[in-house]
């Protein structure tokens, strides 16, 4: 069970490092997941960062409950807009099929979460 865990930590530290860099370095890719109503490149830089600081937290064990407790809220945060996103005619993800599979991937990544804190 704990080289499960360490193996998730490091994954979920590597997908969220690689997420947060990708909102700064490819902002263009997320433009369409955020709401017309906010500043965009504003908001995706902001959670650019705490992605990447997130993931980054998984990597010492004084931060890992913390970063995981961090995933947990942001994933909460996201899933609204994953939602928004299978319901538009044209999805920002691509297509219909991959929107509407995200929102329960959405919870799984909640869950993935939820065990790092919980074995941490």
Known sequence: ??????????????????????????PKIFKHFIPEFLPKRTINYIFGAIEFFLGL????SGTVQNAATGIFILMIIFLPIHIWDATKIRPAIGSKKIAFIR??????????????YKNS
């Open 103 to 116: 929102v329960p991937l959405q919870f799984l990544l909640m869950y993935c979460a939820y065990i790092i």
């Open 57 to 60: 937290g998984l990597f010492f």
């Open 1 to 26: 069970m704990e080289t499960t865990i360490l193996f998730l930590r490091v994954l979920f530290g590597i997908l969220f490092c690689f997420a947060g860099i990708m909102h700064l370095i490819k």
